[in-house]
């Protein structure tokens, strides 16, 4: 599946605390958000500590969007590294259809990348109505 580019904008600007546990103790980490809705467009929204949000490109159908993060390995919290290198942690992300955001709008559940189960979380977004984005069962490795 090709990778749509991520650019991220700041929406709301404020001031960072730096975080240094954050930075002591942290592990890179990928979340994945896949566009499975044919014929649709999938907006996101980061929301940071301090009342910033921020938007990476819409994703269209068949495509998707892969943010790094840093999470710090004792707390399980999740941190997006700004450009001057100090983290804001990541409070939610939301998803939802393009055209109809505020009504389709999913709070994506992040619990697996912030409790350490991997360092990469696939979101998959779709839904015959509306949007649900979820992330498909973890593969149990004695099933054949």
Same mark, same amino acid.
């Given at each position: ?37 044919? #014929? ?19 994703? #269209? ?10 999470? %710090?390995?004792?707390? #399980? ?18 998803? &939802? ?8 709008r999913n709070d994506l559940d992040l619990r697996r990348l912030r409790g350490g189960e991997g360092n990469r979380l696939?979101?998959?977004?779709? #839904?015959?109505? &509306? ?8 593969? %149990?490795?004695? %099933?054949?």
């Amino acid at each position: 599946m090709p990778v749509a580019p991520v650019m991220v904008t700041v929406v709301a600007a404020a001031l960072a605390l730096p975080v240094p546990a954050a930075r002591a103790a942290s592990e890179p980490v990928r979340l994945e958000i896949a566009n499975a809705k044919p #014929g649709s467009l999938v907006r996101c929204q980061l929301v940071l500590a301090h009342f910033v949000t921020l938007a990476p490109d819409i994703i #269209g159908p068949d495509r998707h969007a892969s943010i790094a993060l840093q999470r %710090d390995v004792q707390a #399980g919290t999740l941190f997006y590294p700004r450009e001057d290198g100090r983290p804001m942690a990541l409070e939610n992300v939301f998803c &939802g259809l393009d055209d109809d955001w505020a009504a389709t709008r999913n709070d994506l559940d992040l619990r697996r990348l912030r409790g350490g189960e991997g360092n990469r979380l696939l979101i998959v977004c779709d #839904g015959e109505q &509306g949007l649900a984005c979820v992330a498909p069962p973890l593969q %149990d490795d004695h %099933d054949d």
